[in-house]
T-cell receptor, first 114, second 113 residues
């Protein structure tokens, strides 16, 4: 069964460093998302991506965040200068073609900023 | 913006008992409604969804949910809890295809043997 794959599963980084979280969405999907879940809190929307551009973003997704789909298969989230409060589980999700309804989520990357 | 309310951050049931997890949403348009389950150290797995049509929807693992427009609710039920049902459950809503999903705060289900 097709699935969304995220790497790494866990990343530890020092405050101020740049991190790139990687995702391989399901191959024929057109919509891509990043969500995050701070420990003990709800899943929060960061950004959606469609047709090679950001289609929607939340207030959380400020200038330190960026997304890219560099090669038609990977979908990356870059955090330019990490802060302690960026520590969270980051989920990538993808959705199918026109008329799709549900999103399929990856296993997540746990980011720990120290 | 949408909001999703899950009443009860923690629910405990005995094995074999009815599971009822509550979800209410605010929406000015007919929404798409979802329940996702998260097992420890895993991602989010779709349990079931409502888009159009029959308001009672059945999902995996014996779960079902009923969309009640008049009550803006989408409660999740299972007639008989199993130990393997212990997990975090998230209700989510989307306004349209491709739009973001708004999640509730989650309900942690404990099943007591």
């Amino acid at each position: 069964e097709p699935e969304v794959t995220q790497t790494p599963s866990h990343q530890v980084t020092q405050m101020g460093q740049e991190v790139i979280l990687r995702c391989v969405p399901i191959s024929n999907h057109l919509y891509f998302y990043w969500y995050r879940q701070i420990l003990g809190q709800k899943v929060e929307f960061l950004v959606s991506f469609y047709n090679n551009e950001i289609s929607e973003k939340s207030e959380i997704f400020d200038d330190q965040f960026s997304v890219e789909r560099p090669d038609g298969s990977n979908f990356t989230l870059k955090i330019r200068s990490t802060k302690l409060e960026d520590s969270a589980m980051y989920f990538c999700a993808s959705g199918g073609g026109l008329g799709f309804t549900e999103a399929f989520f990856g296993q997540g990357t746990r980011l720990t900023v120290v | 913006a949408q909001s999703v309310t899950q009443l009860g951050s923690h629910v405990s049931v005995s094995e074999g008992a009815l599971v009822l997890l509550r979800c209410n949403y605010s929406s000015s348009v007919p929404p798409y409604l979802f329940w996702y389950v998260q097992y420890p150290n895993q991602g989010l797995q779709l349990l079931l969804k409502y888009t159009t049509g029959a308001t009672l929807v059945k999902g995996i693992n014996g779960f079902e949910a009923e969309f009640k427009k008049s009550e803006t609710s989408f409660h999740l039920t299972k007639p008989s809890a199993h130990m393997s049902d212990a997990a975090e459950y998230f209700c989510a809503v989307s306004e349209n295809t491709g739009n973001q999903f708004y999640f509730g705060t989650g309900t942690s289900l404990t099943v007591i043997p």
